[in-house]
């Protein structure tokens, strides 16, 4: 096991499910895990020459789940597995539970200090699609901030991937706009027919792409998008310590004409990271 516990007291620890009642003639003690001092509850105590620590409490804050079976009378203490990390800074991903092809429920750690998210990821053994963690000054404050990517979905022609960013000192998570915010005023799309050929339209802040498409057959013209599709897939990168996505430009299930590569800054009025300049690559 990669932890270490540490519990500033010399006498034999027992582990029990539920704290007891802090009772007269007992003495509280001081719980420290990885060096850092506890607030639990129930509180940890000495009873009888015993410390009593709450089991639930203490496995929760190494990472690990704790259940109780009734039909056995057991207490079943099980390690969550480890999906990333960078153990010589101390920094663990933890999955909180793997159900339907999904890892459900995320602990991040950082130096014994644990919070959990409501995030998602599939199982894959792809390693692109994999958890990602990263550290990285995304914000240009001189101090590094956890960046994980998460990849939520897949199929033919369809990949999704969401973004976060957490300040190491607190765990707290900070907002990453999502790009949907994009196609409020900065990029519009449009198409002009003909009975043998469609041309579609880009926008993006007022600047014009246009591209040809020329019909082979009847299928042909049924197969195409009314307008041109951004986001089918949806990739998050790191390049140069700033966030970037990915977003696919479609123009039928199958033919994808380029992408947008949009850089995010942080804007420190609204405290947030929000779209910045956006490159139009085509294939």
């Known amino acids: 096991m990669h932890k270490r516990i540490s519990i500033i007291i010399c006498i034999f620890l027992l582990v029990i499910m539920t704290g007891y009642p802090v009772l007269a003639g007992t003495k509280t003690v001081t719980l420290i895990i990885n060096g850092i001092e506890q607030q639990c509850t129930p509180i940890p105590q000495i009873v009888n020459g015993h410390v009593m620590v709450p089991i639930r409490w203490l496995a929760n804050s190494l990472g690990a789940a704790v259940k109780y079976d009734a039909q056995r009378h057991a207490v079943m203490v099980e390690q969550r597995p480890i999906i990333a990390c960078i153990p010589e800074r101390g920094i663990f991903l933890y999955t909180f539970k793997i159900q339907e092809g999904m890892y459900k429920g995320f602990v991040l750690e950082n130096s014994g200090i644990r919070k959990y998210f409501e995030w998602e990821n599939m199982i894959t053994d792809i390693d692109e699609w994999k958890p990602q963690l990263i550290l990285a000054d995304t914000d240009e404050d001189d101090s590094e901030e956890f960046v994980i990517i998460l990849t939520t979905g897949e199929g033919t022609g369809i990949l999704k991937q969401d973004i976060h960013v957490i300040e190491c000192d607190n765990i707290d998570e900070i907002m990453v706009l999502e790009p949907d915010t994009l196609f409020q005023n900065r990029i519009k799309t449009s198409i002009t027919d003909s009975s043998s050929q469609r041309i579609f339209h880009l926008f993006i802040d007022n600047i014009k792409y246009d591209y040809l498409y020329k019909f082979k057959d009847d299928n042909d013209i049924?197969?195409?998008?009314?307008?041109?599709?951004?986001?089918?897939?949806?990739?998050?990168?790191?390049?140069?310590?700033?966030?970037?996505?990915?977003?696919?430009?479609?123009?039928?299930?199958?033919?994808?004409?380029?992408?947008?590569?949009?850089?995010?800054h942080y804007d420190p009025q609204s405290q947030c990271y929000q779209p910045g300049s956006i490159l139009y690559q085509e294939y």
């Open 222 to 264: 049924r197969r195409m998008f009314e307008r041109v599709s951004i986001g089918c897939v949806t990739k998050y990168h790191i390049v140069n310590k700033q966030l970037h996505t990915e977003l696919s430009i479609s123009i039928s299930p199958s033919d994808y004409i380029g992408y947008l590569d949009v850089t995010y």
